[in-house]
């Protein structure tokens, strides 16, 4: 029990957020959180908190679409941005690092890292990416993907089950 502010949340121009059984991990519902406009136009009618949590509200919506117009133009998007490497076997780590009061995934082989961007939390979606990007360059030498135990938060979010998932290869 307990509450959630703006300042709870990873993302404050996420919509909603799943709720998941602890025991098999399925989703069993949805909390959905008010968003900049429902928030503008609740001020509009005088609501205080609205009021009082809008300012702050605008500047963390304005400070994440910043980091996402970021991500987008630093991201990683083609092989040809990635290194050449020697080996026949190529087994690549994904972990997560502070740097400059951000988190960044850091992908790395045999403990030289080849690529760092910026990490957004609960991001799967991401990973996958990344592998199939690493397969495409490297071929059959792409062994896997291995996430640290340090970035699995971070790509499953809350959801633990989400690492039942997760293929590394």
């Keep these: 029990m307990g509450t959630v502010s703006l300042d709870d949340l990873e993302d404050p121009t996420a919509c ?3 709720i998941e059984c602890p025991q098999c991990h399925k989703r069993i519902g949805e909390v959905l959180f008010p968003n900049l406009h429902d928030t503008e136009e609740a001020a509009a ?3 205080e908190e609205a009021i009082r949590e809008l300012p ?12 996402i117009d970021r991500f987008k ?3 990683l998007k083609s092989i040809h941005h990635l290194p050449e490497l020697d ?3 190529l087994e690549f780590t994904w972990d997560i690092a502070d740097a400059d009061g951000d988190k960044y995934q850091v992908i790395s082989v045999g403990g030289a890292e080849i690529w ?14 990344v592998k199939e990007l690493l397969r495409k360059k490297y ?8 996430p640290t135990d340090a ?5 499953c979010g809350d959801n633990a089950g989400k690492l039942f998932r997760l293929n590394y290869t």
Excluded at 56 to 67: G, I, L, N, T
Excluded at 116 to 129: K, M, P, T, V, W
Excluded at 151 to 155: A, G, I, P, R, T
Aim: a positive charge; charged letters at 35%.
């Design 151 to 155: 970035s699995k938060e971070w790509l």
């Design 56 to 67: 702050k509200f605008r500047e963390q919506v304005a400070h994440a679409q910043a980091r």
């Design 87 to 89: 080996g026949e076997t």
């Design 116 to 129: 760092c961007e910026l990490a957004f939390y609960d991001n799967i979606r991401r990973f996958q990416e």
């Design 45 to 47: 009618q005088g609501n």
């Design 73 to 75: 133009r630093e991201k």
């Design 16 to 18: 909603g957020a799943s």
């Design 139 to 146: 071929g059959s030498r792409f062994k896997m993907l291995k």
